[in-house]
């Protein structure tokens, strides 16, 4: 279940490849309430409680931070990428509720 910053980076290129983004630059600290943030100008900062999390939950923070880059809000456009790239993507976002 652990991860290293490697596997994140691996997991934010293979997802900001698929979805057509530039890949941000990655920074990894202790985030007190979030998962993940990600400015417009391609930093994304990822909270290090991600590396201890299931495979599946690292996804769901990492594609919904990229599709940040897409839309920056979270209404319709954004729900609509979010189901087309992670078809489960409400079941993971209810299960990365109980960890926080």
Do not use: C
Not at 48 to 73: G, M, Q, S
């Amino acid at each position: 279940m652990n991860a290293s910053k490697a596997d994140l980076k691996g997991i934010v290129q293979q997802w900001a490849d698929h979805i057509g983004v530039r890949m941000p630059e990655i920074h990894l600290r202790h985030m007190r309430r979030k998962w993940a943030s990600i400015s417009m100008k391609g930093r994304l900062t990822l909270n290090t409680e991600l590396l201890d999390l299931p495979e599946a939950l690292r996804e769901y923070v990492i594609v919904h931070e990229l599709v940040h880059l897409l839309v920056p809000n979270h209404g319709k456009l954004f729900k609509g990428y979010m189901s087309a790239y992670l078809p489960d993507w409400e079941e993971r976002q209810n299960r990365l509720r109980s960890f926080y």
